[in-house]
């Protein structure tokens, strides 16, 4: 039985800086491509960024360019998301998914629709 159990997520000040986890369980970790999405209030859920499986390859949506990186830990089965620089318009539930496949285009790697596993959330709360 898979498990992502994201973590990390809280209030923050503009500017500010969090760091978010995602544990994996009952998958072979290495095999699969990770990635970080985001929903805000009344909002669709949005692709934030992801980490493909093999080669290393990472995506990022254009507003968090600069601001954030995922990085994934296969002796941990954990992926992060470093945030660094937050907005408030960065405030999301933010969770992480899973696909057993290389990301290898970015229509791919950012479609909801790619990922077959995915965790319950975690606030993060940009305000001062």
């Known amino acids: 039985q898979v498990q992502l159990i994201e973590s990390g997520g809280g209030l923050v000040q503009p500017g500010g800086s969090l760091r978010l986890s995602c544990a994996a369980s009952g998958l072979d970790f290495t095999r699969y491509s990770m990635a970080w999405f985001r929903q805000a209030p009344g909002k669709e859920r949005e692709f934030v960024a992801a980490f493909s499986r093999s080669g290393g390859n990472t995506y990022y949506e254009d507003s968090v360019k600069g601001r954030f990186t995922i990085s994934r830990d296969n002796a941990k089965n954990t992926v992060y998301l470093q945030m660094n620089n937050l907005k408030r318009e960065d405030t999301a539930v933010y969770s992480c998914?899973?696909?057993?496949?290389?990301?290898?285009?970015?229509?791919?790697?950012?479609?909801?629709?790619?990922?077959?596993?995915w965790g319950q959330g975690t606030q993060v709360t940009v305000s001062s």
């Open positions: 998914a899973a696909v057993r496949q290389p990301l290898y285009m970015v229509p791919q790697a950012t479609a909801v629709r790619t990922y077959d596993y």
